[in-house]
């Protein structure tokens, strides 16, 4: 017998589990439709150059690519549900000129797992709001996030909260060339002071200084108040110090907050707040979002936008428990006779299962068998 294997970091999910993820799926998008998100649904495949841009290497080396044989151009598996639903907005409704709010759950496929315990399938659920670039648009989706989370039963949660924008301010003022900006992106995520001094050995000051700088901008809002002394007063720093400022004020008390500086992690397309919650027990993200404003001029129509996205398949562990239904047993041979009698019941959301075998009640998830009693039919009781 041939043993049948998946790809790493691939796997099935079995019924027990499927249920779970199905109802929290669905308990989301009812949380979603209840909020004024209304449900896309973008295909798996569709062209490369429309799922991921030149500039966006992350997004690029995930992104599974192949050749289509009806136009002769490259496809892709999409990496990312967010590009997608941009283009949604900016083309198909481009007729709507107000706010749009948008949600989506799907599977997405990458090349490569983001981590040791990630998968290379992952369901990405998520919500997308465009036409407002206020703080009010973030904060709703940082609230639909957590919100989204604590209803699966995630406890103890805590917001990571950075901005884009303090390091594009920086990175235009000090004249960084794409390539050295890159390399100090990723140095910062990694909090290496080290290599950030080297790197920035010919940087002019203040730009020098606020760069190392922010490594160390790392806690609570009392951060906010040491950056404005240690950064520039450059505009795209003021505007992000106010944006977080308000986050702050806004959710102090509902989420544990941390600022972070240099938590910049995401895609290529992020360009204001970004944030993050995490939990205990857990090393990676439970979800992540952020702004990214203008994504969709590419596909006709720049607008504010900011969203948020989760894996489902992550959380897998501690979804809601929910126990089956018991079912209703029926014998093989009176399914001809119970045909109508078991689309009522059906119809009222009960499990009838058809019995081939002469299977025990337990064997079946039964707690009661569909009889015959006459001209009647009759539920009775498994003892």
């Given at each position: ?34 909020s004024g998100y209304e449900l896309v ?126 390091f594009r301010g920086l990175v235009q ?39 190392l700088a922010l490594p160390e901008l ?166």
């Amino acid at each position: 017998m041939r043993n049948w294997l998946l790809p790493e970091y691939v796997a099935d999910i079995l019924p027990a589990t499927a249920r779970q993820v199905e109802s929290a799926k669905a308990s989301m998008l009812e949380l979603f439709r209840t909020s004024g998100y209304e449900l896309v649904l973008p295909p798996l495949i569709e062209y490369y150059d429309a799922l991921v841009t030149p500039e966006d290497g992350a997004l690029a080396i995930k992104t599974f690519k192949l050749d289509d044989h009806f136009s002769g151009r490259q496809l892709g598996l999409r990496a990312d549900i967010t590009p997608q639903v941009a283009r949604i907005d900016a083309h198909l409704l481009s007729q709507r000129t107000g706010v749009t709010r948008l949600c989506y759950a799907g599977s997405v496929v990458h090349s490569r797992p983001d981590g040791l315990m990630s998968s290379r399938e992952p369901l990405q659920v998520g919500a997308e709001l465009y036409g407002y670039a206020g703080i009010e648009a973030d904060l709703e989706i940082i609230r639909l996030m957590l919100t989204s989370l604590r209803q699966i039963g995630v406890e103890g949660l805590r917001l990571d909260v950075g901005h884009m924008g303090l390091f594009r301010g920086l990175v235009q003022a000090a004249g960084l060339g794409h390539e050295l900006s890159a390399e100090v992106f990723s140095v910062l995520q990694a909090k290496d002071l080290s290599t950030l001094r080297e790197l920035l050995v010919d940087v002019a000051e203040p730009y020098r200084s606020a760069f190392l700088a922010l490594p160390e901008l790392y806690g609570s809002r009392a951060v906010l108040d040491k950056a404005r002394t240690r950064l520039p007063s450059l505009p795209e720093v003021e505007l992000g110090l106010m944006q977080l400022a308000a986050v702050a004020n806004s959710l102090e008390g509902e989420v544990e907050l941390n600022f972070d500086l240099t938590e910049l992690r995401g895609t290529h397309y992020h360009n204001g707040l970004m944030f993050a919650a995490y939990a205990p027990g857990w090393a990676e993200e439970l979800a992540r979002g952020g702004r990214y404003d203008n994504v969709g001029r590419r596909f006709g129509r720049a607008r504010p936008a900011t969203g948020f996205s989760l894996d489902l398949r992550d959380l897998i562990r501690i979804l809601p428990q929910n126990e089956s239904a018991k079912g209703i047993k029926l014998a093989a041979n009176l399914l001809p006779q119970a045909t109508i009698k078991v689309a009522e019941l059906r119809a009222r959301g009960e499990k009838v299962i058809v019995d081939y075998l002469g299977e025990s009640a337990a064997a079946l998830n039964c707690d009661r068998e569909l009889v015959k009693a006459g001209e009647n039919w009759q539920l009775v009781p498994f003892k």
